[in-house]
């Protein structure tokens, strides 16, 4: 952060309990220094109670955090974060939300208890220019968060800030807000989109939660495009993911899931590959697909 942005940044912070400390901006100032470049995440986070077993993806996340390189942080952009407007959460220390209901006690339980940070709240704060971002002090690190980056940082020692998904907006600005955020993969941050991108609750066969890969035509279709497109880097086809044809409109019936893989793919560069992982439909209607961006 050069000096007249920190000027900038402490002229238009409000006064009072909610605002950053002046020793946060001065650690910002100071910090996301120039680094190789970070790989680049979408997982598919499915069941909360995945925070809970040993399986297939839970090991796919643990093995795909072997290869990357420790972050300096993490900014998430999950499912879970809907709001009018774009926020990030800007605590030093968030709190593990459990926001799910009918889940045993055991899930309740479990705690991530990594730091927040800050001062990368605030340099993403500085980089997006296109609309205002607004710093959150309420949130925390919801199921979206947490469920995952648990398998890839296990002793919660990575900080974590959440970056929220404005509702309102379409597919196309929330890629172009994406590209905004670019220059923090170059900064030592993991930037990680949580999700799934064939998600259709109404139409799951929960009796069939446990057989891996029992999936319904039009999603095995749906999932099938998707993967082509993802790996040709068709970008704009998956922007416009309501015009793809019917498997696509049962795939993608709300738009929240899927947007975190807009994010990802929006900071692919040119000289990256796309990697697959975790690809399984579960109860006909739900794919734990899940995508890492890295140099070819």
């Known amino acids: 952060m050069e000096r007249k942005d920190f000027l900038k940044a402490m002229a238009i912070l409000p006064l009072g309990a909610s605002a950053l400390q002046l020793t946060d901006l001065q650690k910002a100032a100071k910090s996301f220094e120039a680094t190789p470049r970070m790989p680049v995440l979408f997982l598919g986070h499915g069941n909360p109670m995945n925070a809970l077993y040993d399986n297939t993806f839970t090991r796919g996340f643990q093995n795909i955090a072997k290869d990357l390189p420790k972050p300096n942080a993490i900014l998430c952009i999950s499912a879970h974060w809907e709001t009018k407007g774009t926020f990030v959460t ?17 899930l309740f339980d479990v705690e991530y208890p990594a730091p927040g940070s800050p001062e990368l709240a605030l340099e993403t704060q500085k ?30 020692d990575i900080p974590v800030i ?4 404005d509702y309102t907006k379409p597919a196309s600005y929330h890629y172009a807000l994406a590209k905004e955020i670019a220059a923090l993969r170059h900064k030592g941050v993991l930037i990680v989109g949580s999700g799934n991108t064939v998600h259709n609750l109404r139409m799951a066969a929960w009796d069939k939660m446990n057989e891996v890969g029992y999936a319904y035509d039009w999603a095995t279709v749906a999932n099938e495009k998707m993967k082509k497109m993802i790996l040709e880097g068709d970008h704009q086809s998956l922007i416009n993911f ?20 807009i994010y990802t793919l929006a900071l692919q560069e040119k000289d990256e590959k796309t990697t697959i992982f975790n690809d399984s439909i579960l109860a006909g209607s739900l794919n734990m697909m899940s995508v890492k961006i890295d140099k070819a």
């Open 242 to 261: 309501e015009k793809q044809g019917k498997e696509f409109l049962l795939a993608v019936p709300t738009p929240e899931h899927y947007m975190p893989l």
């Open 127 to 156: 980089l997006i220019t296109s609309v205002p971002v607004g710093l959150d002090h309420n949130w925390g690190l919801d199921h979206g968060c947490w469920t995952v980056i648990k398998f890839l940082y296990p002793n919660a």
């Open 162 to 165: 959440q970056m929220s998904i």
């Open 90 to 106: 800007a605590m030093e220390q968030p709190k593990t939300i459990h926001d799910f209901g009918g889940f045993p006690q055991a």
